[in-house]
């Protein structure tokens, strides 16, 4: 089993990038606005499905190097803080202007809606990095399966949870924002957090 403080550590990170606008979330949010939520929902299917495909290639890919060098396994923490810092600037220089969103609703199939999704999330590289980079952080070599089996639960969730939440809330809460001129706000914040994770991951032994 994994320890607890682990997990939790994981859970926060993840969720402060999961909640981080991305491909999956702003399509999600997008599509929210322009097909309305329940239409929106076999996409995040999509999302969800692509997210499992890339689980398994990684799991497979990655216990071959967890097995062959430690040398490169905890390399990749440095991989991950860059990842983040990278990230971090994105969100800090985004302007966040809103265009090409718009405030109608137009009938699309499920089946069409859930290929776009799935194709969203299997050519998003965060997903992949959040894979390759952070998994490492929070596995233990000596039960690789049982941890990453873990994470990759926890991952399926929160990254869930998040692309519900911009087609629930996040299209309205966008909108309001961009009227009163105040998406920047949201970038600074967005940004603020993930240096701070940046730091963390850093200064963490591991």
Known sequence: MMNF????????????????????????????????????????????????????????????????????????????????????????????????????????????QFSLGFATGISNPKSVLVFTVLFPQFIDPVHYTNHFITLSISFFFIQGSSAIAYALFGARVFLWLRQRCLTHIQNKITA??????????ACSEK
């Open 5 to 112: 403080s682990t997990w939790l550590t994981f859970f926060l990170l993840m969720t402060a990038i999961a909640y981080t606008p991305g491909p999956m979330t702003m399509f999600s949010m997008s599509s929210s606005v322009q097909n309305g939520f329940y239409r929106t929902l076999p996409a995040i299917a999509g999302g969800s499905f692509s997210y499992l495909t890339q689980m398994a290639v990684v799991y497979l890919g990655l216990g071959v190097i967890v097995q062959e060098s430690m040398l490169v396994f905890k390399s990749i923490k440095w991989a991950g803080v860059l990842y983040l810092f990278i990230l971090a600037i994105k969100n800090w220089r985004q302007s966040a202007d809103g265009s090409g969103f718009k405030d109608t609703v137009s009938e699309v199939s499920s089946t069409r």
């Open 192 to 201: 603020a957090i993930l240096f701070l994770a940046g730091g963390m991951l």
